[in-house]
């Protein structure tokens, strides 16, 4: 069965630190992967998505991730956080079958000090 | 657009009461979906629907059902409420032509929470 596993369930960062949330999955065909995040009182939004080509990925917000084919590993990244980047962060694979079912990981809270 | 829209916001259930939770898209989407996240759990996939008409299970389906009789709705119903019910619900849709495989992004509800006491 497929599934998706985050290892970072809290973290916490200054501003101006850099960010890498891990996000490993198992499945062994094509895959279509997302991250997406929750700010607090919001609901989840998309902040990018692989299905093909470049292995690194660019989303919205200064975040990027980069799929590693070898590693089953989507992990996402970003520079420098700032203390609106506190949010909820999941990482999701699309199912098998033309349904578009995601399966999610356990999520990942993040807390950024100002 | 307000794309996905869920009501209520929050309720609290008797245990053995029933309600129906709302889900309206006005995007056009054929694909529907249902999930609930618990903490540290994610997001698990109750039911979905490819289309008007059509409902499939998902990932955890027991003590839900859904319907689908329009494009723009996809209500999730839950008949005897229990404490494991407790959780907050998503509701989630998306377009695909049907050809070239699946490779939408699914816009999601901004949830309902409910309390089973």
């Known amino acids: 069965a497929q599934s998706v596993s985050q290892h970072n369930h809290h973290v916490i960062l200054s501003e101006a630190a850099s960010l890498e949330l891990g996000c490993n999955y198992s499945?062994?065909?094509?895959?279509?992967l997302f991250w997406y995040v929750q700010y607090p009182g919001q609901h989840l939004q998309l902040l990018l998505k692989?299905?093909?080509?470049?292995?690194l990925v660019k989303g919205i917000k200064g975040f990027e991730a980069e799929f590693i084919k070898s590693k089953f590993s989507f992990n996402l990244r970003k520079p420098s956080v700032q203390w609106s980047d506190t949010a909820e962060y999941f990482c999701?694979?699309?199912?098998?079958?033309?349904?578009?079912?995601?399966?999610f990981g356990q999520g990942t809270t993040l807390q950024v000090k100002p | 657009n307000a794309g996905v829209t869920q009501t209520p916001k929050f309720r609290i259930l008797k245990i053995g009461q029933s309600m129906t939770l709302q889900c309206t898209q006005d995007?056009?989407?054929?694909?529907m979906y249902w999930y609930r996240q618990d903490p540290g759990m994610g997001l698990k996939l109750i039911y979905y629907?490819?289309?008007?008409?059509?409902?499939d299970k998902g990932e955890v389906p027991n003590g839900y059902n859904v319907s689908r009789s329009t494009t723009e709705d996809f209500p999730l119903r839950l008949e005897l409420a229990a404490p494991s019910q407790t959780s907050v619900y998503f509701c989630?849709?998306?377009?695909?032509?049907?050809?070239?495989?699946?490779?939408?992004?699914?816009?999601f509800g901004p949830g309902t929470r409910l309390l089973v006491l």
């Open positions: 989630a849709s998306s377009y695909s032509p049907g050809q070239g495989g699946f490779r939408e992004t699914q816009y």
């Open positions: 499945y062994g065909g094509t895959v279509n």
């Open positions: 692989y299905f093909s080509g470049d292995p």
């Open positions: 999701a694979v699309m199912g098998s079958g033309n349904t578009g079912k995601l399966i």
């Open positions: 995007m056009n989407h054929n694909y």
């Open positions: 629907s490819v289309g008007a008409g059509i409902t």
